[in-house]
């Protein structure tokens, strides 16, 4: 059984262009969430999606930040018009979510540079 | 919402000896409590849980206590061995709805 899979790992971007980072959860995981981790720092809530549905987005900036966990493929974390303050490792973590089965695992993050 | 405390930022403790980091929490509705290690670089992993129905639960040389009352847990590391440096961090959890994290703690375990 594969646990949470991202891609890319490593992700350069300049300003202004845009970055896609995918996470796929863990089979029979239905639960998605994104951290944003600055270097030295905690990890940071920014959105918790199910299949088709965004939950929680409490923790994602209102502009430029996207996320969307579609019925087929992987989880996408948008991020458009790049800053370097987006700079981050940005890890996703997927749960079973259902009969009381939160436990997260966590994918390897994207470690985004912008340039 | 919840606020999440963790402490010491930093410990450094002799190879042998005990560790303990402590977490705090704000919101009385949260029931569980997970804690991460986490190496340079690496994902943070799971390495206990513990949820608000229970005390205090053990894996090995690892343990976690609950105070709902104060609303605090804690970490319990013995015998620690240089394998066991890594930053750990504490969460708490409503329903799985939302994690709250700790800030961290880089814990060093000196041979």
């Known amino acids: 059984n594969a646990g949470v899979m991202q891609n890319p790992r490593h992700l350069v971007r300049r300003r202004g262009q845009e970055a896609r980072l995918r996470c796929s959860p863990m089979?029979?995981?239905?639960?998605v969430y994104w951290y944003r981790q600055l270097p030295e720092e905690g990890l940071k809530f920014m959105v918790y999606l199910q299949k088709e549905n965004i939950i929680d987005e409490s923790g994602m900036p209102k502009e430029r930040f996207s996320a969307e966990f579609p019925k087929e493929g992987p989880s996408i974390l948008r991020i458009q018009q790049v800053v370097r303050g987006d700079s981050a490792a940005y890890f996703c973590?997927?749960?079973?979510?259902?009969?009381?089965?939160?436990?997260?695992?966590f994918g390897p993050g994207t470690r985004l540079t912008v340039l | 919402g919840e606020n999440v405390e963790q402490h010491p930022s930093t410990l450094s403790v002799q190879e042998g000896d005990s560790a303990v980091i402590k977490c705090t929490y704000s919101?009385?509705?949260?029931?569980?409590f997970p804690w991460y290690k986490q190496e340079l670089g690496k994902r943070p992993q799971l390495i206990i849980d513990i949820r608000s129905n229970v005390g205090e639960k053990k894996d090995q040389r690892i343990a976690v206590t609950l105070n709902k009352t104060a609303k605090h847990f804690s970490l319990h590391i013995t015998e620690t061995q240089p394998e066991d440096s890594a930053v750990y961090f504490c969460?708490?959890?409503?329903?799985?709805?939302?994690?709250?994290f700790g800030t961290g703690t880089s814990l060093t375990v000196i041979p």
């Open positions: 973590a997927s749960s079973i979510g259902t009969r009381g089965l939160v436990e997260q695992f």
């Open positions: 969460a708490a959890s409503n329903t799985g709805n939302q994690f709250y």
């Open positions: 919101d009385s509705a949260s029931n569980y």
């Open positions: 089979k029979g995981h239905s639960h």
